[in-house]
Antibody
Framework: QVQLKESGPGLVQPSQTLSLTCTVSGFSLTSNSVHWVRQPPGKGLEWVGAIWSGGSTDYNSALKSRLSISRDTSKSQVFLKMNSLQTEDTAIYFC??????????????WGPGTMVTVSS | DTVLTQSPALAVSPGERVTISCRASESVSTGMHWYQQKPGQQPKLLIYGASNLESGVPARFSGSGSGTDFTLTIDPVEADDTATYFCQQSWNDPYTFGAGTKLELK
């Protein structure tokens, strides 16, 4: 069955770089795109960026200058790197698969999320 | 960016009918989806394409709307429905989410 799971450091110091990995199973990264969504504690969901099935990427314009998403299809892994971290980047980071039914694209499977705290 | 505005927190009694609204700042056609998120969990897809029930989701959940105005209806509400409900649009770039509506049971 389809599964996604995020992994990462948990704690990052301000101004440092965050590196997260999303390991997927049950589908191919060349068939479905994978997105990153984050959620600050007690707040709503924010779309971070995506890597499409063809390998191209899109980023939230507010984060674009600090963000990079890539993948290793042979390992079924998607990577997020964000530099110059600030306390406002403290959040749960989810990776999610985009599915298609009829003409609609939507997030049909989600990882459990990984909490990232930016603090010295 | 398309801004999605959701109704504030709601409190209802079990067995009642509840509607949760989501208004888009520009048309998203029927490219609107609804998710349920319980504390400490990831979001779960309920409705896609404004009105299509995701497989495995109880028929108590339904969605409607097009253009800029959308609703999620739960009828009847059960105790397990206590959660935050988010709308999300995928019609316009970038994808955006509503701020969420927290549903509490009386």
């Amino acid at each position: 069955q389809v599964q996604l799971k995020e992994s990462g450091p948990g704690l990052v110091q301000p101004s440092q770089t965050l590196s997260l990995t999303c390991t997927v199973s049950g589908f191919s990264l060349t068939s479905n795109s994978v997105h990153w969504v984050r959620q600050p504690p007690g707040k709503g969901l924010e779309w971070v960026g995506a890597i499409w099935s063809g390998g191209s990427t899109d980023y939230n314009s507010a984060l674009k200058s600090r963000l990079s998403i890539s993948r290793d299809t042979s390992k079924s892994q998607v990577f997020l790197k964000m530099n110059s971290l600030q306390t406002e980047d403290t959040a749960i980071y989810f990776c999610t698969r985009e599915g298609l039914r009829r003409v609609y694209w939507y997030f049909d499977f989600w990882g459990p999320g990984t909490m990232v705290t930016v603090s010295s | 960016d398309t801004v999605l505005t959701q109704s504030p927190a709601l409190a209802v009694s079990p067995g009642e009918r509840v509607t949760i609204s989501c208004r888009a700042s520009e048309s998203v056609s029927t490219g609107m989806h609804w998710y349920q998120q319980k504390p400490g969990q990831q979001p779960k897809l309920l409705i896609y394409g404004a009105s299509n029930l995701e497989s495995g989701v109880p028929a108590r959940f339904s969605g409607s709307g097009s253009g800029t105005d959308f609703t999620l209806t739960i009828d009847p509400v059960e105790a397990d429905d206590t959660a935050t409900y988010f709308c999300q649009q995928s019609w316009n770039d970038p994808y955006t989410f509503g701020a969420g509506t927290k549903l509490e049971l009386k």
